[in-house]
Each structure stands twice: as structure tokens, then as C-alpha cells.
């Protein structure tokens, strides 16, 4: 069973996916909209908050997470990875500067995020760009 966190990791990349391909808007518009879809919105009230505290730190940071990402994803232009990936490595590159997280949590997160939710590469590009970040941030 994966901790809370893994849950709050989830919830936080479906929200940023909503914000990107939506509107726009804060994390708490755009989750208070998930709440509205869900059928049991009393579960997710415990999920939302950080999930929504994570969307939003990426929201604020996304132009600098993205320079980040974007220079350790070689080869690749930015707006060619899709939506998906793009935020589960925003969510990664967020952590690994987080020094209160420990690297490998944040890549195996990241991972488990592409696993669930990105396409059959997805995990194996996700995990090359985050060592990567890892390694020029010095936290490998």
C-alpha cells in the first residue's frame, strides 16, 4: 500500500493536468472542481489540501521547473513531451529541491506517477531526466 503522500503526489498531478489543458486558474478552483466530479468528495477533503499545496508551488515555479527539466531532457523540446510527463517532471524537479525529501523518494515517486498514469516509455524517460536533475542539483 502506498503512504498518503503518494496520494497527495497523484491528486496534485491531476490537478496541474486540469490546469494545463483547462483554463487555467488556481489549484483550489481546479480542485474544488474535482470535488464536484467526485462521487465521494468526503474523501478527498483530507487529499486535496496538499495535493493542492503541491499544484499550486509548481503553478507559481512553472517557468523555472521547466527550464530545469527542459535542459536535463536532452534531445527532447519541451513542448513536444506530453502534458502528463511534463507534470509528473515538474512534480519531480519540485521535490528534488526539496531538501527535506530525499532524492530517491522523489524520482520513485515520479516514477510510480508514470507508471500509473503515463504512456508504456513514459517511466524510463521520467527516471533518465530526474537523475539527471538529480545529479546537476548535487543530490546524487
Keep these: 500500500m502506498r503512504r498518503p503522500e503518494s496520494k497527495h503526489r497523484a491528486r496534485a498531478l491531476q490537478l496541474l493536468y486540469a490546469w494545463e489543458v483547462g483554463s487555467g486558474g488556481a489549484a483550489a478552483q481546479i480542485g474544488?472542481?474535482?470535488v464536484r466530479l467526485s462521487e465521494r468528495p468526503a474523501d478527498m477533503a483530507d487529499q486535496l489540501a496538499p495535493a493542492e499545496a503541491m499544484a499550486g508551488a509548481v503553478m507559481?515555479?512553472?517557468?523555472s521547473?521547466?527550464?530545469?527539466?527542459?535542459?536535463?531532457a536532452e534531445n527532447w523540446r519541451w513542448d513536444r513531451i506530453g502534458v502528463v510527463e511534463r507534470n509528473i517532471l515538474r512534480l519531480g524537479v519540485l521535490e528534488l529541491r526539496d531538501p527535506a525529501v530525499p532524492p530517491k523518494v522523489a524520482i520513485d515517486e515520479a516514477l510510480h506517477l508514470a507508471h500509473l498514469f503515463g504512456g508504456a516509455k513514459s517511466a524510463a524517460f521520467v527516471n533518465g531526466v530526474l537523475d539527471r536533475v538529480a545529479r546537476t542539483l548535487g543530490r546524487l
Design 32 to 34: 474544488s472542481g474535482l
Design 60 to 63: 507559481a515555479d512553472v517557468a
Design 65 to 72: 521547473l521547466d527550464r530545469e527539466a527542459s535542459a536535463a
